[in-house]
C-alpha cells in the first residue's frame, strides 16, 4: 500500500492568490511556514523554518482567498505533488507543493495579520430591530440549553 499523506500547520508567508483554470475552477496558491526547535550536542537552541507552497482548488479555494491573510495560521491537510515546466528562459522549472485536501483556519489574532477587516453589515435582533454586527448585545453571547434532558437516542446521528 502506498500513500502520499501532508498535515501541515503554520502562518501563511503571504496573501492568498485566487485565480481560475481555463475550465473555470477557482485555484488559489499560497504558502505556509513552519518551524523547529531543538537542541544541539551542545546544549544551545536551534530553529528552523520551512516554506511550503500549498494549492487549493474549488469552493475551498474561494474560502481561502477570502478569509485568510498574510500572518493567518492554518491546517493544511493533502497530498504532495511535484511539477516541471519549461520557464521563459527557457530553463525546466520544478515546483513542489502540496495539493490541499482540506484546510481548517487557525485561532484569530486580535492584532496584526490574519485577521478580517471588520465590516459594517447589519442584522436583525431577537427584538426585529436592525442593528450593526459591532453593536451585538451582549445577550448574544450566552447559550440557552434547553429544560428538557437529550437522550442520546434522540440525536440523528
Request: aromatic letters at 8%; charged letters at 30%.
Amino acid at each position: 500500500m502506498y500513500l502520499n499523506k501532508a498535515f501541515i500547520f503554520g502562518n501563511l508567508t503571504r496573501d492568498p492568490e485566487l485565480k481560475s483554470l481555463p475550465s473555470g475552477t477557482p485555484v488559489t496558491n499560497f504558502s505556509i511556514a513552519t518551524n523547529r526547535v531543538w537542541k544541539d550536542k551542545d546544549g544551545k537552541q536551534q530553529e528552523s523554518v520551512d516554506f511550503h507552497n500549498v494549492v487549493v482548488f474549488g469552493r475551498q479555494a474561494e474560502t481561502v482567498s477570502q478569509y485568510l491573510r498574510k500572518g493567518s495560521s492554518a491546517l493544511i491537510e493533502g497530498r504532495i505533488q511535484n511539477r516541471s515546466w519549461d520557464g521563459q528562459d527557457g530553463e525546466k522549472k520544478y515546483r513542489t507543493e502540496i495539493v490541499a485536501d482540506r484546510v481548517q483556519f487557525g485561532p484569530r489574532s486580535s492584532g496584526g495579520g490574519g485577521g478580517m477587516a471588520p465590516t459594517q453589515s447589519s442584522q436583525k435582533d431577537s427584538a426585529g430591530q436592525t442593528q450593526s454586527v459591532g453593536e451585538k448585545k451582549e445577550e448574544l453571547d450566552t447559550i440557552e440549553y434547553p429544560e428538557e434532558d437529550i437522550k442520546p437516542g434522540d440525536i440523528p446521528f
